[in-house]
């Protein structure tokens, strides 16, 4: 089980003018061609490209489940970030898909998204706590929201996801 083309390690540092100067940073993620979360990048370990055939599928599991990738000696299970959240699964078995593997200690989550668009700094006031879901299987793993030019970014509950995942 190998991955391909190491996108982002957060033990790298960024250029200094890659990201306005203030506010927090958050990981961009597409779940769908429609929707788009953030998570910070606090909890974000790595991200990572994955050849559909290095998930490994592990027998009995709920659908969301992708399986098992592997990276730096470390084995994680992966969900389908978009299944989870109750829209359409990705499609990883014509393809790779972009991983993002978080943590809150000792647990760690990969989460697999259609794209990982990048790093992004965004004022904390600026995202609103009221809850906008993408739908009502979303409501649990949304903490907020925020418009970026005219695009909505909801912000995912990473403990959430992990109790839901366990």
């Not at 250029?15 to 306005?20: K, Q, S, W, Y």
């Not at 429609?34 to 998570?39: E, G, H, Q, S, T």
């Not at 098992?68 to 078995?93: C, E, F, K």
């Amino acid at each position: 089980m190998s991955t391909t083309s190491l996108v982002l390690n957060v033990d790298e540092e960024l250029p200094e003018d890659a990201l306005p100067e203030s506010g927090e940073t958050y990981l961009e993620c597409h779940i769908d061609r429609f929707n788009r979360a953030i998570v910070p990048m606090a909890l974000v370990q790595e991200v990572i490209i994955v050849r559909a055939k290095n998930i490994v599928p592990v027998p009995n599991m709920p659908s969301y489940m992708l399986g098992l990738v592997s990276s730096h000696s470390r084995i994680y299970w992966t969900v389908d970030l978009a299944q989870m959240l109750g829209l359409q699964p990705i499609q990883v078995n014509t393809h790779a898909c972009s991983v993002a593997i978080l943590r809150i200690e000792p647990m760690y989550l990969a989460i697999a998204a259609t794209e990982i668009k990048g790093v992004i700094k965004l004022a904390s006031e600026s995202i609103e706590s009221q809850l906008e879901p993408i739908n009502s299987d979303s409501m649990p793993y949304l903490k907020g929201f925020m418009l970026n030019s005219e695009t909505k970014l909801h912000l995912l509950d990473v403990e959430a996801l992990l109790k839901f995942a366990r």
